[in-house]
């Protein structure tokens, strides 16, 4: 029995309430489309400029990670993968040796890797091979130099942006210590390209609060501090592990809706600024002009989307807060959000904005899904690579979920920038339809 026809027999929860919100959520488990953890490496070692990562995989691993990033002969890349051979596969020799092989011969030739991450993959984790073990071996070999540690990237989780959450949620035990009588301070968590960062750390700045902290770090050995007079927030919806890593470290969530669109960013620095006792009219003030450019520009592409039906499929876990973006600042109606996994503490306050009839699915039943998709004809499908190309040949439109966590759009000054990723597919089928 194939591993899809295995998780087939288990998609029969069906309509059961949230439990915090009573809102009737379709629960679906099934066939998955989308890209494994391995993904983010992309994105995280542009962020991280002093780390590497060493996959610990099969040739399948290391293409996907060649073909998705691109990489440059004569660039240093960084990262890689620990290919594993068949004799690895078969047990016929101590992967554990062969990898302190590679990774001393990888710290010897690159005096400038600080820390590196050795991320586990579907075929690590079929041999139960210990990363963490290996992690903490070699890391008493390398310290203080380079910190080594470890995570899992492997398509055995549900999505793609869990690789993130795995990779900051494995950063958070070595954070320092914020001593108990400091004052309080903020942290950013969830990694945003560095335009991005800059335009939030000066809108904080202006607000006054003076000491504010980013995870990740533009280099991974400057890690901001933590402890209970940390108050963290999220930037990225999918990261329920590193929060809890957060919290069992005592720092406290600020809750806040994510910061897509004017009203989303607006939340968001509003719930930090009351969190830090900041003056609410300095508070408005330091928003205006930010919230004046972003209505200003959103105005223009309102007409372009207002009214137009969307459905997500279930994939970047980003599906609930655009949803409420569009919905609310752009007057799309939503007909289906699909979210691999929805974290109810996380996501309740985006909820509450959506209508009684937006059906609300969770998991991954690539079969079902589609069905709906074809029935319920949405002008517009967020979905996977995969399925974006046997879609549009059905007629649909679509947008691929990938291209939404690559490009900025967290802020008020990329609220326009992300409402256009939605346009423009609609506007190259209306010149096709003409
Ligand atoms: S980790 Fe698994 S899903 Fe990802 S590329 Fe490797 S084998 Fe494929």
Redesign the pocket.
């Known amino acids: 029995m194939s591993a899809a026809a295995l998780l087939d027999g288990c998609a029969a929860e069906l309509a059961r309430p949230a439990a915090d919100t009573q809102r009737p959520v379709l629960r679906e488990r099934g066939q998955r489309e989308v890209?494994?953890?391995?993904t983010g490496i992309i994105w995280l070692h542009r962020k991280m400029q002093d780390a590497f990562f060493l996959?610990v995989?099969?040739r399948?691993?290391a293409?996907?990670l060649q073909s998705a990033a691109g990489v440059m002969i004569f660039a240093e890349p960084r990262f890689a993968t620990a290919i594993m051979e068949e004799r690895d596969l078969a047990g016929m020799v101590d992967a554990q040796d062969e990898l302190d092989r590679v990774v001393n011969r990888l710290l010897e030739r690159r005096p400038d890797i600080k820390t590196l991450f050795l991320v586990g993959?579907?075929?690590s984790e079929v041999i139960k091979l210990d990363l963490a073990k290996a992690a903490q071996r070699l890391g008493a070999v390398h310290m203080p130099r380079v910190r080594i540690l470890n995570y899992s990237?492997?398509?055995?989780e549900t999505t793609f942006t869990q690789g993130e959450d795995a990779c900051l949620a494995a950063l958070v035990p070595v954070m320092p210590a914020l001593p108990a009588d400091a004052p309080a301070e903020l942290l950013i968590v969830g990694s945003l390209p560095d335009i991005v960062e800059d335009q939030f750390l000066r809108l904080f700045a202006d607000l006054g609060i003076a000491k504010v902290g980013c995870l990740p770090a533009r280099n991974a050995r400057d890690l901001p501090a933590v402890g209970p007079n940390t108050r963290y927030l999220l930037a990225q919806p999918f990261l329920g592990d590193t929060a809890m890593a957060l919290e069992g470290r005592g720092a406290k969530r600020i809750e806040a809706l994510f910061p897509f669109g004017v009203e989303g960013t607006s939340d968001w620095l509003r719930a930090a600024a009351a969190a830090f006792n900041v003056d609410p009219a300095l508070t408005e003030q330091v928003l205006a002009p930010g919230r004046e450019r972003a209505r200003i520009a959103l105005t223009k592409l309102r007409p372009q989307l207002e009214g137009k039906r969307i459905t997500f499929l279930p994939d970047s876990q980003l599906e609930v807060p655009l949803a409420r973006y569009l919905q609310d600042e752009l007057g799309m109606e939503l007909v289906e959000v699909g979210t691999p996994y929805l974290h109810r503490a996380h996501l309740a306050r985006e909820l509450e904005s959506f209508g009684p009839n937006v059906r609300l699915s969770e998991g991954q039943h690539v079969e079902r899904q589609l069905d709906r998709v074809r029935a319920d004809r949405p002008d517009i499908t967020v979905c996977g690579l995969g399925l974006a190309n046997p879609l549009e040949g059905e007629g649909l439109t679509t947008k691929w979920a990938i291209e939404l966590v690559f490009s900025p759009i967290h802020g008020f000054d990329q609220a326009a920038d992300l409402a256009e990723l939605f346009a423009r597919p609609l506007r190259r089928r209306d010149m096709l339809e003409i």
Do not use: A, K, R
């Open positions: 890209f494994c953890g391995l996959v995989g099969s399948t691993c293409h996907l993959s579907c075929p990237g492997s398509g055995i």
